[in-house]
Structure formats: structure tokens, C-alpha cells
């Protein structure tokens, strides 16, 4: 089974596309020679939880950790969520991605002529294996150049122990006396009731 099952958002791609052309190219369209307007999409129009793409990733599996690298270009820290979800060690990325200053206006998108980076709101989920034990605590990101960095550590495995047999001369002196045992555990556990009082 492979460690990394990764999906995007594919439906919610291809409903958007699917718009677009309707919108662009139906019966009733206006086309990208009669719009001006032709690459704009009103926030109105969009539903919070549209999603408009899936950023590219890059997923590493090392012995430590998995590591994620997500192409963010033009992101703020503060428009980006990073969550994880244990049940199904999924990582979860989410955000949006604006136009800078003044460009994210009406009047300057009424001017795009060319529209090739993606922008908006975004989703993308990595399925990380189900066998593998994460350290939720630990997970941390970080975004650099653009490129959003997450790192989910794995619980290390304790390496296989060989234990040692002792040989004893006499078997009846040295074995274990389980009422011995038994009155160490009890006066542990009052111990321990003493110290809570």
C-alpha cells in the first residue's frame, strides 16, 4: 500500500470550469472580445466554501517525518490554515490568495488582459498512510519564497531489544515471591494516595 494518497479537490475544479465556459461561451455568452470584464468573477457570485484550485505539492516520505511542500506563490501566512485531521492522518490546506494592492480592485481587473496565476481560494488535502503514527503535537509550517512548508513527524519506533537471560545456582532462592511483589505494589499505591493528599 502506498504511503501517500493525495486527492484534489477535483469536483469543485471542473463545476467552476464548467461555469465558466456556460458563462463565456453558451448561447447568451459574451465572450472574451465583447466582455471587458472577461477574466473578472465577482466574490458575490462565489459561495465561502468555493473552492477555485488546488495548489501544487511536492510530499516527502523520510524516515522522521513526511514533509510537504505546497507552491503558494503571493500568499500571506495570515490568509493560510494548515489543519489535521487524526482519525484519517489527513493534512488539510486552506486559504486564499489575493491580488496585490490596488490590482485586486474592480477597475483593475476590468483591465486583466492575461490571467494565468491562480488565484483565489484554495484547497488541498494529502492523505498521509493510516498505519503510520503521527505526532500531532509536533507538526509545524512555515512559509518561505512562497512555498508553504509542513512537516508532520512520525512517532519514532522503540529498535528491537535482545534481552538477557541470567543463569542462577538455586532456582527455589531466587525466585520471585509474588506476596513480596504484591505488598511493594500496594504500598506503592499508598504512597501515591498520600502524596495527593
Known amino acids: 500500500m502506498p504511503a501517500i494518497i493525495e486527492y484534489p479537490p477535483f469536483f469543485d475544479v471542473f463545476q467552476s470550469l464548467s461555469e465558466e465556459l456556460s ?7 459574451c465572450g472574451p472580445s465583447k466582455c471587458p470584464a472577461f477574466h473578472q468573477t465577482s466574490d458575490a ?9 488546488a495548489p501544487a505539492i511536492d510530499v516527502f516520505d ?12 503571493g500568499a500571506s501566512s495570515n490568509a493560510i490554515s494548515v489543519d489535521f485531521e487524526p482519525k484519517r ?15 485586486a ?11 494565468e496565476r491562480p488565484v483565489g481560494k484554495f484547497e488541498r488535502r494529502v492523505r ?28 519514532e519506533e522503540q529498535p528491537k531489544r535482545k534481552i538477557t537471560i541470567e543463569t542462577v545456582g538455586n532456582p527455589a532462592d531466587d525466585w520471585v515471591d ?5 505488598e511493594q505494589n500496594s504500598s506503592s499505591d499508598t504512597i501515591g494516595t498520600e502524596k495527593l493528599d
Open 23 to 29: 458563462r463565456n461561451y453558451g448561447p447568451t455568452a
Open 45 to 53: 457570485s462565489r459561495s465561502k466554501k468555493d473552492v477555485i484550485f
Open 62 to 73: 523520510t524516515d522522521r517525518a513526511f514533509v510537504v511542500h505546497a507552491s503558494l506563490p
Open 89 to 103: 492522518n489527513e493534512l488539510i490546506l486552506t486559504g486564499e490568495i489575493k491580488r496585490p494592492g490596488s490590482f
Open 105 to 115: 480592485d474592480d477597475t483593475s481587473i476590468k483591465s486583466l488582459h492575461i490571467s
Open 128 to 155: 498521509l498512510s493510516p498505519t503510520t503514527k503521527i505526532v500531532h503535537d509536533n507538526i509545524t509550517a512555515k512559509l518561505v519564497n512562497g512555498v508553504l512548508e509542513v512537516v508532520v513527524p512520525k512517532v
Open 178 to 182: 509474588a506476596a513480596s511483589y504484591n
